[in-house]
């Protein structure tokens, strides 16, 4: 394996990334157990290093580890999803100028294409992406360099796990890749899930490396292609490319759970309308129109001392839109039809599916909706929102959305995205 005689893969990986959002804009918090909780502050979603050593563990209700929390001082904070959206894109900004191909794998991670990149000193490279990133945005990254996807995520995990690597691994031979490998448990192998890698231990593959020196054959037939890809992929053969393109959706939810379980038609319908209006921005993002709108509504599934109730309603429009005023009647409509009395809901959501181009659609015989007036209409509220803020101009039927709103009780300021939350500074 020559890393000068061949393209090379970064993997730069956002450490304990809503934690460190936070801390951008608090340093007070640095040194500190701190955790960020998921929708309606559930659950565990993020941890700072110093939570960790506590043995806070992902995914661990909050509820049941509050006394914990309270007895070691360990701050939470409800997720900021604006924050760190805004943040994120921040963070991807900087690191599309090391590289001409960039991959957003998810919020906090991005794959980049090396190619080209021979006479460079990778090494070197790699850690001004670390020092530049963390400098611009305030967020500490990690950062893997190997010459396949996979490898760059195995390399990323020693410089994130590791202090002697002080946050950069570079896979650059046979050597260290066998060694790397060797140390690696092949239930944390990108694409393995945790059924795979209980199947694999029951036959002696418990590490990377293992699964490197089973039989190309055995392992097609038990793992199919992907799993041979990913076996391939271990030994330094580049068999997963770079995706460039952000592929149109074919479906958008939007859905939540209740800060508290309802039992009122007016309160569900207000979600609704907000949840159906989300899904028409998307669209009209995506310059897009959906055929069909599906609502549903669920009681609290793990609440069995109360009534059980879910069901669903799927509408096909007779003309695709992303028109908000549309897409909410039509959601409307569906939600009167499947609420019942004598229920408490503790989720609703919007699907919209069957999405075209909003060029050249077909129109219908007996279709009255003046489309040309709802486009317009459209155009001025997403302009205007874009300029005062989200939900600044909206339906009468979106409410107040006091009633059944996310429980964020320990929500910190979007300090990046709204002119009251920005901090100031008195000299």
């Not at 294409?113 to 021979?118: D, P, Q, Y």
């Not at 890698?197 to 699964?211: E, V």
């Not at 039509?330 to 408490?344: P, Q, R, V």
């Not at 300021?413 to 709204?418: A, E, F, S, V």
Request: glycine share 6%; aromatic share 10%; charged share 20%.
């Amino acid at each position: 394996m020559n890393s000068n005689k061949c393209n090379m893969f970064a993997l730069v990986d956002c450490n304990n990334f809503y934690v460190s959002c936070e801390r951008v804009f608090n340093p007070s918090l640095n040194g500190k157990p701190v955790v960020v909780l998921s929708n309606n502050d559930g659950c565990v979603i993020s941890r700072s290093n110093e939570a960790k050593a506590l043995g806070i563990k992902m995914g661990e209700p909050a509820f049941k580890i509050e006394p914990f929390l309270k007895r070691y001082n360990v701050i939470v904070f409800s997720s900021n999803y604006i924050l760190y959206g805004d943040m994120s894109q921040r963070v991807m900004n900087t690191l599309a100028q090391f590289s001409p191909d960039i991959e957003i794998y998810s919020i906090d991670e991005a794959f980049l294409s090396l190619g080209g990149f021979e006479f460079f000193n990778i090494d070197e490279y790699a850690r001004n992406i670390r020092e530049i990133t963390t400098k611009n945005t305030g967020i500490p990254v990690s950062v893997g360099v190997a010459q396949t996807k996979t490898l760059a995520k195995v390399a990323n995990h020693f410089g994130k796990k590791h202090s002697e690597y002080k946050g950069v691994c570079i896979i650059n031979s046979d050597k260290k890749r066998i060694a790397l490998l060797k140390q690696f448990k092949i239930v944390d192998v990108w694409g393995i899930g945790r059924q795979y890698a209980k199947f694999l231990i029951q036959f002696g593959i418990n590490t990377a490396y293992d699964l490197t020196q089973a039989p190309e054959k055995w392992v097609k037939q038990n793992l199919s292609v992907t799993g041979l890809r990913t076996q391939q992929e271990l030994l330094g053969i580049s068999c997963v490319q770079m995706d460039l393109s952000t592929p149109a959706k074919k479906a958008i939810c939007n859905a939540r759970s209740f800060g508290k379980m309802q039992t009122k038609l007016p309160i569900i319908t207000e979600a609704v309308s907000n949840f159906a209006s989300r899904c028409a921005y998307k669209l009209r993002k995506q310059k897009a129109c959906a055929n069909i709108i599906m609502v549903f509504i669920h009681t609290n599934q793990y609440r069995q001392d109360l009534k059980q109730y879910a069901s669903s309603k799927v509408i096909s429009l007779p003309v695709a839109t992303n028109s908000t005023i549309e897409i909410v009647h039509y959601a409307n409509t569906a939600l009167k039809s499947i609420f019942k009395e004598g229920y408490l809901y503790k989720k609703a959501g919007v699907i919209v599916s069957g999405i075209v181009s909003e060029t050249g659609l077909q129109t219908a015989l007996f279709d009255t909706t003046d489309r040309k007036k709802h486009k317009k209409i459209m155009n001025a509220v997403d302009t205007l929102n874009s300029y005062y803020g989200k939900d600044k101009v909206m339906l009468a039927a979106q409410g107040n959305k006091i009633q059944w709103k996310l429980r964020q009780e320990k929500l910190s300021p979007c300090y990046t995205t709204n002119w009251n939350d920005t901090i100031i500074v008195k000299i």
